[in-house]
């Protein structure tokens, strides 16, 4: 089975989905008393993540019935480079050296299995458990 | 802080877990169709989050008994399994640009998770 592009973009707005999750999940934390369960039904960042949640958990199984596990779920690491970058710009909070190395690390990896995946080369093809 | 041994198994168990669940998830997919009836027939899809579910449990107690640092990089071996578990139980191929793919990908949550 070959990966459809359209399930690569899937993915991808299943990440973003899943960033914005935590972004609206970090906006319901300050407002959050945990022993208290109904802080959690009137906090509406919270309620707001959670449906963001389920959006992109959505999007991740339109995606997986067009393409490779071994290609789609890479890509979903994508999403901690967005979590950063919004960090970053949104919260303005510092990124060290150490985090754009990461980053950049995952983009390049994320590459890589994309690129791979159309890889026909037969010498660096191989299988576990083949027919 | 140090990190308990204890913490770094519950963290591969959930590792182990959360690579498991995208291969029930992918054959859940394949006859998928946004209904709650046929939602809660899917056992494939079902088994999946359920999967996903128990990867939560076993990583939250891993958080409190361990570092970031040491805990996240654990848990990202969830990239190795799915590609292991694909192969075994999916037949998708695997080759060598991937593999590479899959270890720059690691090497960057090590860097992220390190947070120096």
């Known amino acids: 089975m070959k990966t459809k592009l359209s399930a690569i973009l899937m993915v991808l707005v299943a990440d973003i989905l899943t960033c914005s999750a935590q972004i609206f999940y970090k906006f319901a934390a300050d407002r959050l008393v945990l022993t208290n369960i109904w802080s959690y039904l009137t906090n509406y960042p919270f309620i707001i993540g959670l449906i963001l949640y389920a959006s992109a958990g959505f999007m991740l199984i339109k995606a997986l019935e067009k393409g490779e596990v071994t290609v789609l779920y890479p890509f979903f690491a994508a999403t901690y480079v967005l979590v950063l970058l919004f960090s970053r710009f949104i919260f303005k909070e510092t990124i060290t050296p150490h985090k754009w190395i990461g980053v950049i690390a995952i983009m390049i990896g994320v590459t890589l299995i994309s690129i791979g995946s159309k890889s026909k080369h037969p010498a660096i093809e191989y299988e576990v458990g083949a027919e | ?116």
């Open chain 2, 1 to 116: 802080m140090i990190t308990h041994w204890w913490a770094i198994i519950l963290a591969l168990i959930s590792a182990v877990f959360c690579g498991l669940g995208p291969i029930y998830l992918k054959r859940g997919a394949d006859k998928f169709r946004l209904h709650p009836k046929h939602v809660i027939k899917n056992k494939p899809l079902i088994k999946g989050i359920g999967l996903y579910l128990l990867a939560t449990v076993f990583f939250i107690p891993a958080l409190t008994g361990g570092e970031m640092s040491v805990i996240y990089p654990v848990a990202a071996t969830a990239y190795i399994w799915v590609c292991i578990f694909s192969m075994l139980m999916l037949k998708e191929k695997m080759n060598i640009i991937k593999w590479t793919g899959i270890s720059t990908i690691l090497l960057g949550i090590v860097f992220i998770a390190a947070g120096i």
